[in-house]
């Protein structure tokens, strides 16, 4: 343990010495080895050098930054934006089931409306949409106890088959 943790302590100095003051070389290197410290780390200097790229990788998993870095937006990642609009749409849907269910067995209403921005159907095919919804309600709302996560399954799944 203790010679794993010396590796890996040098392996991130090395890393650290050798960072170079600007970290823009993109290419075949950020493609294997993603985002994270240890992409940061190595990118410059390992280039497209399987080495380094182990390397990369290696710090990325033994310190678990990589996860926090897509979740948070730092690192070198990007937060991915459907994150927090699933997020959304999951909160929206538990909180508004029943004027859902009424706006989608109508094929018009606000909660309907609302739920077509969060799922950013554009304006101009709204009609057809709130059309396939009201006609697939018995697959969306497929008992009178159903739970919203079915809903939005039920959604995202007649929604996917236009």
């Known amino acids: 343990m203790k010679k794993l943790l010396a590796v890996g302590s040098s392996l991130l100095l090395a890393g650290v010495l050798f960072m170079p003051a600007s970290a823009s070389a993109q290419g075949a290197y950020d493609t294997n080895t993603g985002c994270g410290l240890g992409n940061m780390l190595f990118q410059e200097i390992g280039q497209d050098k399987l080495l380094f790229q182990v390397f990369a990788v290696t710090t990325n998993g033994t310190f678990g930054n990589q996860t926090f870095g897509i979740t948070s937006g730092t690192l070198g990642c990007k937060a991915p934006s459907t994150f927090v ?18 706006d989608i067995a109508s094929g018009s209403g606000e ?17 057809a949409f709130y059309s396939r919804l009201q006609s697939s309600f018995n697959e969306i709302y497929t008992s009178s106890s159903v739970e919203s996560a079915d809903v939005i399954d039920g959604i995202y799944r007649v929604a996917s088959n236009s």
Request: glycine share 0%.
């Open 85 to 102: 609009q699933n997020e959304r749409i999951e909160r929206f849907v538990a909180d508004n089931m029943d004027s859902l269910a009424q």
């Open 111 to 127: 909660s309907l409306s609302t739920l077509a921005e969060l799922l950013d159907v554009p304006v101009e095919s709204r009609a």
